[in-house]
């Protein structure tokens, strides 16, 4: 009894004080609110005859000045008012007694730094040197049209005592103490219960000028002498000033200090008659309290363990269930999403589509702009499709540069060319960088419909999935519809890419052989060697089908590995026989072009099989000088060191540029089959070529023409000064035994 005692008193004091400090509280919020309204009401008076000062440029003067007069006689509280142009000159005032030098200095600081001054707001001018029992204080107002030059300056001579009455009727204890603080917390006056304090100690109250809220209360050691206050804050925005009520806790606290001493007196009494008597109940209840404090600590940790766990499932559920980089759903919901809505899709009438978009030549995007840029280019697809679609329609993102849609509750499925057409315009919209360069990709959609192109949700992936690779087949950003005699084109290339690795291990790769013409006297000095597939089931599969295979799985290293090491095989072989051996082409991938070692391994085949380095020439194209130039330039000049040739091959095909040719280690221009093509009706091919071969001469280099399928085109190159040629018209690609059987020959004249 005497414990519940001693705990129900000391609940109702600490209830008593909070009330007490809450009640405080409440009328220095209000008292604040209220003594802050009636000082910006004056201060909108005040703003107002700033408004109307602005007329003395607009109209007459003696019209402004009597209109003047009449406001400051108007509101009592205004002891004198003057007006300013942009000079600091006195151009009226409803005084004639003539400004303080201090007051003139500040409308000149004013002025002068008005650039940074809100029109609505006003000025408060520092008053050091104001005398200290002075009743009035200045303020300064800006006079001209916000976001334009003022055109003057309005000082308004405040009167103190005018608030002295008004705040002489507030009863808030002996410790009260309204402060009002510039917007930067300066003091600008005080006032306590013995009269208005003006500015006297020029004090920084550094509590509130971090405060960014428009009300509220703080405890807070007002004046950093050990004393607390309960500080109650206003701020009003429109004149950047505070006004501040603040109250000691010492006279707050003072009613419930009283009766918290005569209540403990009368408990502490009453427990020293009982103690003895109830020491063991004390006890009991003192161990219960104890536990019961432990109890709800560990309550309220299990609670808030609890909370966090649902926090960390609820955010791993979202990270699992969606694609971090685009924020679209990844390959397992869209599964879960698109198998739901195919389960009730029959007992609908609207068709339900899907469909797989791959986006074009990504890979270079991320090879040549880096990978920060292609997830910028990832998250705007992602954007752009979302846009295209409905809210019904469901888009993921599977992977890599590869999304699906599903196309839900479709009225017809004649609707599905505008959606496609729609969703390849939209994507293919030039994309920005950083840097404002623009990029240009185009997706390539395959079209799946539910149920005519697959009963379930993995028919219809893999249709769609075999539709869109036909599209890509067909020129990129295109669409195409499933058909059943994609499956056979999907099955080849994917028995292709599955045993492309055991191909090249068990030497089912054959090469064969283009001679290079020399157009002087038409004899054979070079060979290009040109990698065959000899499959087993297939019969001979041309390099098309097969080397982009390599180049998407890595397997493009172990190709070139394999095409050297049988070029040189070959080279050993021809010499055996007596053979005047001439130069074999090899082309060079640029991933292989990217390693370090190749020119030690080229070296270590060449050393192997005993072939001189003059023999054996590399081709590269120029997409290898978009990957690491730096890398690529240092791997070259190590082949050119080895005695080994060095040919551009396809040159004027992609991103010919003159500063590759003059500062890589080339040594031949191959110029592409397209400029050959139509030599002889083309003014600007025929223009380009002959350029082009009088620029390599120049720069010390050979240049050979692919693609000579005609007599006109070989004497148009021969009389242009061409090297060399190499087309069908002298012959076809053939294999090793026919390439010696040219070899011995040695010379391919014209027929």
Known sequence: MLALTWGITLQWLAANKAMAVDTARMQQNNLSVIVSEN?????????????????????????????????????????????????????????????????????SDALQAVSDVDFKGLIWPAMSALPEDAWHMPLLFPVGKPGSTPVGMLMVMFDLGYLLKVYQRIEFGTSGIIHILTGDAQEVLEWR???????????????????????????TDLFQDGRV?????????????????????????????????????????LTIIII???????????????????????????????????????????????????GLPNRRTFTELAMSHLATARQHRGHYVLMYLDLDRFKLVNDTLGHHVGDILLQTVAIRLRASLRDSDIVARLGGDEFAILLTGLASVDDLPMIADKIISQVSQPFKTQDGQEIHVSPSIGIAVFPRDGQDFDSLCKNADAAMYESKRKGRSTYTYYDTGLNSTSERRFNLEQRLPKAIAEDELVLHFQPKVNLSDFRIVGFEALVRWQHPELGLVYPDDFIPLAEETGLIVELGEWVARSCCRQQAAWQAEGLDCVALAINMSPLQLQREELPSRIESLLTEHDVPADVIEIEITETVLLKSLEATVMVLRRLEALGVQI??????????????????????????KQFIRDIR???????????????????????????????????????????????????????AASARDLLRNGVLAPS
């Open 276 to 326: 003895a008597g109830a020491y063991f109940i004390a006890s009991g209840l003192g161990r219960h309290g104890k536990l019961f404090g432990a109890l709800v600590v560990s309550n309220d940790k299990n609670r808030s363990l609890i909370t966090r766990l649902e926090d960390e499932k609820g955010r791993a559920f979202l990270l699992a269930a969606h694609d971090h980089l685009t």
């Open 229 to 269: 206050y309960l500080s109650s804050f206003n701020r009003a925005e429109r004149y950047s000033f505070l006004l501040v009520v603040s109250r000691s806790m010492q006279d707050i606290l003072a009613p419930h200090l009283k009766a918290r001493s005569h209540s403990l007196s009368t408990l502490g009494i």
């Open 39 to 107: 000082l910006e009401q004056l201060l909108d008076g005040a703003r107002t005859i700033a408004f109307t000062s602005k007329e003395w440029r607009e109209g007459s003067p003696a019209e402004v000045t009597s209109r003047l007069t009449a406001m400051r006689a108007a509101n009592p509280a205004f002891l004198r008012i003057s007006l300013y142009d942009v000079e600091a000159t006195r151009v009226y005032s409803s005084s004639p007694v003539p400004d303080d030098p201090f007051l003139v200095a500040a409308v």
């Open 647 to 672: 040919s551009l091959d396809d040159f004027g095909s992609g991103f010919s540029s003159l500063s590759y040719v003059r500062t890589l280690p080339i040594h031949i221009i191959k110029i592409d």
């Open 193 to 219: 219960p013995e009269g208005l304090v003006f500015n006297s100690r020029k004090r920084y109250f550094v509590t509130f000028a971090g405060q960014s809220a428009a009300t509220g209360s703080l405890m």
């Open 681 to 735: 009706n083309s003014t600007h091919d025929g223009v380009l070529v002959a350029s082009i071969i009088s620029l390599a001469h120049n720069l010390g280099m050979q240049v050979i023409a692919e693609g000579v399928e005609t007599l006109e085109q070989l004497i148009y190159l021969k009389t242009a000064g061409c090297d060399q040629a190499q087309g069908y018209y002298f012959s076809r690609p053939v294999p």
